[in-house]
C-alpha cells in the first residue's frame, strides 16, 4: 500500500514534475555552482516543509519530482526557491556581499505537472534525462 504524508486533518500525496531554466536559458549552470545546487534547492524545499523527491540539473534546465503539501500552492513555493536561490547564487558565486533583493538567475516561468500515479514513470525520465536529451537532438539531427 501507498505511504501517505500526514498534516493534522488531512492524507495527503501531492508530487508535482516541475522543470524551469535560467533567464535566457543560457548555459549557465556548471562546475561548482552545479554541484551546490542540489543542496541549496534540498534546503530551500525544507523550509517550505516540501521534499524533493528526485531531480536532475542540466547545463540550461532544471529537472525536478517534489511533494509539496496541500497547504502550500505549487507557485508560493517554486517562487520561494527560485528567489532564494538567486540571492544565494548571487552571493556564493557572483561575488555580493550584501543582501539584495530582486537577483535575477531564474527565467519568471516553469513548466508544473502532477505526478499521479504514473510516478516511477517521471522519476526515471529525470533520471535519465541527459539521455533523452542527447537522442532528442539525434533525431534532429536525423531529420
Known amino acids: 500500500m501507498k505511504e501517505y504524508q500526514s498534516l493534522t486533518h488531512t492524507r495527503w500525496d501531492c508530487k508535482y514534475h516541475v522543470v524551469f531554466i535560467p533567464k535566457k536559458r543560457k548555459k549557465r549552470i556548471f562546475g561548482a555552482l552545479r554541484k551546490h545546487l542540489g543542496e541549496i534547492f534540498h534546503e530551500l524545499a525544507g523550509h517550505k516543509e516540501a521534499k524533493i ?39 556564493r558565486f557572483g561575488g ?17 505537472s502532477t505526478v499521479g500515479l504514473d510516478e516511477e ?18 533525431m534532429k539531427l536525423d531529420v
Do not use: L
Request: proline share 3%; charged share 25%; hydrophobic share 40%.
Open 121 to 138: 514513470i517521471v522519476r526515471a525520465y529525470i533520471r535519465n534525462q541527459e539521455q533523452e536529451d542527447e537522442r532528442y537532438d539525434q
Open 53 to 91: 523527491v528526485e531531480g536532475h540539473i542540466m547545463a540550461d534546465h532544471v529537472h525536478m519530482c517534489i511533494s509539496i503539501p496541500p497547504k502550500y500552492a505549487v507557485s508560493n513555493v517554486m517562487g520561494y526557491i527560485k528567489g532564494k536561490s538567486a540571492i544565494t547564487i548571487a552571493r
Open 96 to 112: 555580493r556581499v550584501k543582501n539584495f533583493t530582486g537577483e535575477v538567475f531564474w527565467a519568471r516561468g516553469y513548466f508544473v
